[in-house]
């Protein structure tokens, strides 16, 4: 490992305690360094606010700051070059009279992508790119996806009972198994908190009263969506509705989220919608809880035949995990 190698992993680290808080903005670090010394450090805590470079400068002690003059500063994102909610990075390094930029990812977003290097290079600072770029990038998967591929990260979530039914009352002469326990709920709840928006079906929605909150975790709560094709009558409020329009395709349903600007939507049900994902292979990441009893009846699970990427067991329950794995969903198996 290299000095700049070194630097970037610190402010890896940093960027990562943004978790929860950014989007649909990613999680960006920044450190600064004079005379090897890091003199200042900072992330992007919160959509809104400061990104990580307005941070890290403002970090930097007022003794010190005659060496922010030339010095090398470590941002794990290209800084940005436009006017959104804050003001342009780029221009604060600049005028900050930094001597050299070290970026680890380039920004895919359209008002920025390349111009915040083009900023720099423009003002005679010397600009390294690609430093830990992998790791970079894995800070932001729903991040980068969602600009790269204009649509949202897609996570479908169920549990099951051991026999594969996905239905806890219907169908089964009202018996009411509930597969999950408070500790795994809580690691659903948590999952919710790290996603933009929650979708279920209306009829789920009508018959089982999901609160789809985040009650037992601290974070902020998705915004709530039903795909409603039919108009199913007495839908709660709080809801956001797709599917009104005729547009009641998974592909239109993810397209409408995307329209407002949604970047990760984690579809909790029925069985039905999860299935249409399913099949039309719309999905990023795919979270299976089964519980260690039989129903033997009920509403059968999605059919879907692929080998975990990880597991794990939880009071339990075993929790499978199919497909991409983000860094902070992997550190909980
Ligand atoms: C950076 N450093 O820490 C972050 C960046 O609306 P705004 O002003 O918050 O801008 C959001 C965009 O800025 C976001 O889409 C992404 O392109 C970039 N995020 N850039 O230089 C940061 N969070
Ligand atoms: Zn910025």
Redesign the pocket.
């Known amino acids: 490992m290299n000095a700049d190698e070194f630097y970037m992993g610190r402010a890896i680290e940093l960027a990562r305690h943004g978790l929860g808080y950014?989007s649909?903005?990613?999680m960006?670090g920044c450190v600064i360094v004079a005379d090897k010394r890091i003199i200042g450090q900072g992330w992007?805590r919160c959509?809104?606010e400061g990104?990580?470079?307005v941070n890290a400068v403002a970090s930097v002690d007022a003794g010190c700051r005659h060496l922010l003059r030339g010095a090398t500063v470590y941002?794990t994102?290209?800084?940005?070059s436009?006017y959104?909610?804050?003001p342009p990075?780029a221009r604060l390094l600049v005028d900050s009279g930094v001597g050299r930029v070290v970026i680890g990812s380039m920004?895919p977003?359209e008002?920025?992508s390349g111009r915040?290097v083009a900023m720099l290079l423009e003002a005679g600072i010397e600009v390294c790119t690609g430093v830990l770029e992998k790791e970079c990038r894995a800070i932001n998967p729903v991040f980068m996806l969602a600009h790269e591929h204009m649509r949202p990260w897609i996570t479908l979530k169920w549990a099951q009972s051991s026999d594969g039914f996905i239905d806890k009352v219907r169908g089964c002469g009202g018996k009411a198994a509930l597969f999950s326990t408070e500790l795994t709920s809580m690691l659903v709840h948590r999952l919710r908190s790290l996603h933009d928006a929650i979708l279920v079906g209306s009829r789920t929605l009508v018959a089982d009263s999901p609160r789809l909150d985040v009650r037992l975790w601290h974070g902020r709560n998705p915004r709530r969506y039903v795909a409603d094709r039919t108009g199913v009558n007495g839908l709660p409020e709080g809801f956001e509705v797709l599917g009104r329009d005729g547009c009641g395709t998974v592909a239109e349903y993810v397209a409408g989220l995307y329209g407002s600007g949604i970047t990760s939507v984690l579809v909790e049900g029925g069985a039905a919608l999860l299935q249409s994902f399913v099949d039309a292979g719309l999905y990023d990441m795919v979270r299976v809880e089964t519980a260690p009893f039989s129903l033997g009846c009920g509403v059968k699970a999605p059919v879907f035949d692929a080998a975990p990427s990880a597991s794990t067991v939880v009071d339990g329950r075993r929790i499978d995990y199919y497909g991409t794995l983000p860094w902070y969903v992997r550190a909980e198996v």
């Open positions: 950014t649909p903005n990613p960006v992007h959509c809104g990104h990580a470079e941002v994102l290209e800084p940005c436009h959104g909610k804050t990075c920004d977003f008002k920025v915040g």
